[in-house]
């Protein structure tokens, strides 16, 4: 092995308690939609990438996971890093991918990502998506399973027609695709099951 | 990084010697190691399990002759206090067993022995006495195998007994 496939930047300084951590935020995330989780554990990361963004895939990422990159985290110095921390390999299809890591979300077609089958509705794409807050877009009701009653919360900015697309996919239930929105301030989830209406 | 330029044989070399080091007098050429490197891990010292692959003979198809543990780490050094970020060193520490201190070290004298003012002292004494070490104590036990040694041959029976 040569220095040319290690990354400069360290993975975490004590994996099992920082994945651990980072795998509790993500549950409490995606138990309570629209509910910001976190801030998660530490970890240098490459430049494009951000430190939540990097703690995720650490912590959920393997040789059985997938990775997609698109944006400015389809890079190389972002791959040699994921590759040698986590092994996970790389697909150029995003339907392919178990997690979908991108920072474009405008440029992102959920219709190419795999939503899973009915008897495995958990082989679906999980979209990580880099944004730089977790609020500054869209005010909205959230509703259905995690949330008591109806939940107004504001949302990282959005591509227009995110609301529509994300309402539209709903049907395909159990099947369908979860994101999280992972922020230098820690995480926010938006499950399959989730309802939104504008405010 | 300044690896890219090492001759890749000359580092495979020391890394085989380092691999099979006792842990003990790497400990101690480390104390002896002045002014220490400032380290960084990268990987932190972890234990995990490799599946080891052998041919019949070496020549029939892979197959899998069993998992055995392996401790690794990488990690960098900076040769000096007025180094820069990119002039750290990167060392790797792959060895056979639970000995995670093991792996840690052997990282930190690769990364030494790629340093061009530092390595070729290492090289010179640690390296090359270990090299010398392991290789008689190879030799001791072949030469203790040999004496024992049966040649197996088939007798032939005679006809009629």
């Not at chain 1, 040569?2 to 920082?18: C, E, Q």
């Not at chain 2, 495979?12 to 480390?30: G, P």
Request: hydrophobic letters at 40%; aromatic letters at 6%.
């Amino acid at each position: 092995m040569t220095a040319t496939h290690i990354p400069s930047d360290a993975g975490f300084s004590d994996s099992v308690l920082s994945s651990q951590q980072t795998f509790r935020h993500v549950l409490t995330a995606m138990s309570h939609p629209g509910q910001a989780a976190g801030p998660l554990s530490m970890v240098s990361s490459p430049k494009s990438m951000n430190p939540t963004v990097a703690a995720l895939c650490l912590t959920l990422c393997d040789e059985d996971a997938p990775i997609w990159l698109a944006g400015s985290l389809s890079c190389e110095a972002v791959r040699l890093y994921l590759s040698f921390h986590t092994g996970a390999p790389f697909t150029q299809r995003a339907g392919d991918a178990s997690f979908a890591v991108t920072d474009d979300l405008v440029g992102l077609d959920f219709s190419t990502l795999n939503v899973g089958t009915t008897s495995y509705p958990d082989r679906s794409t999980t979209v990580i998506a880099q944004v730089d807050s977790l609020s500054g877009g869209p005010s909205v009701v959230l509703s259905g399973p995690g949330v008591n009653g109806e939940r107004p919360c504001e949302l990282p900015t959005l591509p227009p027609s995110f609301l529509i697309d994300w309402m539209e996919r709903r049907h395909l239930f159990p099947c369908g695709i979860d994101l999280l929105f992972a922020a230098p301030t820690g995480v926010l989830a938006l499950p399959r099951t989730v309802s939104i209406q504008e405010a | 990084m300044k690896s890219e330029n090492m001759p890749e044989a000359a580092r495979q070399e020391w890394l085989a010697v380092l691999a099979r080091a006792n842990v003990d007098s790497l400990e101690t050429a480390w104390a002896d190691i002045s002014p220490q490197p400032s380290i960084k891990h990268l990987r932190a010292p972890e234990i995990g399990m490799v599946m080891v692959q052998g041919r019949t003979g070496g020549t029939g198809g892979r197959f899998n002759v069993g998992e055995m543990t392996v401790s690794r780490c990488t990690l960098t050094i900076a040769p000096d206090q007025e180094s820069m970020a990119s002039d750290r060193l990167t060392g790797v520490g792959y060895v056979a067993g639970r000995n995670r201190r093991h792996a840690e070290l052997m990282g930190i004298f690769d990364a030494l022995c790629q340093c061009p003012k530092r390595g070729p002292r290492i090289l010179k004494s640690l390296i090359s006495s270990m090299k010398i070490e392991q290789q008689e104590s190879r030799d001791a036990d072949a030469r203790k195998v040999a004496q024992t040694k049966v040649d197996f041959f088939t007798m032939a029976r005679e006809s009629g007994a």
